[in-house]
């Protein structure tokens, strides 16, 4: 588990200073709300991929300060992996959903794909619970900091709009 270890701290560095050093700054565009000493579009992503960076070398320190210390069994099955794989690719089409639908209908397809995946079967609760996390994620970042989550390319605005007129 040591190599492993170290080899995956190393990658998962290396990942990371590159997000850091040249995809955050150059990816991330100033919008009308990072004007006027609000948060800026960059800050999640500064904060999210610059605690993974840092962990990542925890982890490589971590393994070179105990040098020797060998753990014998596996941390996971065949079944954790394939299980991490599904998910994995739940949340890759969470991505792809999120640009051509937006965040509103990305969001509770994959919310709903989600408690289906783990084995929530009532159409109610399921309905309810992505409709209604969706809801409250789109809330807390667009009235809490000020941040617009994705639209996609198909145009949800008249939707996003009577969304933002049910809450005025």
């Known amino acids: 588990m040591r190599k492993s270890d170290i080899a ?6 290396i990942i990371g200073l590159y997000l850091l050093l040249v995809v955050i700054p150059n990816e991330t565009t100033v919008s009308d709300f990072d004007i006027g000493g609000t948060l800026p579009s960059s800050l999640f ?3 999210s991929i ?3 960076t840092g962990l990542s070398i925890l982890l490589i320190i971590k393994h070179l300060l105990h040098a020797g210390k060998e753990d014998e069994d596996p941390p996971m099955t065949v079944k954790n992996w394939l299980h991490l794989l599904y998910i994995t690719g739940l949340f890759v089409v969470a991505l792809v959903s999120f640009t051509y639908l937006g965040f509103v209908l990305g969001g509770i397809i994959m919310i709903a794909s989600l408690m ?3 084995g929530t079967r009532s159409p109610l609760r399921v309905a309810l619970t992505s409709i209604l996390a969706t809801a409250c994620i789109y809330v807390f970042f667009w009235y809490g900091f000020h941040i617009a989550l994705p639209s996609g390319k ?10 933002q007129t049910l809450l005025h």
């Open 8 to 13: 995956t701290g190393l990658v998962l560095t």
């Open 45 to 47: 992503p500064y904060i």
């Open 50 to 52: 610059g605690l993974m």
């Open 116 to 118: 289906f995946y783990m």
């Open 154 to 163: 198909i145009e949800w605005k008249l939707f996003l709009q009577a969304f």
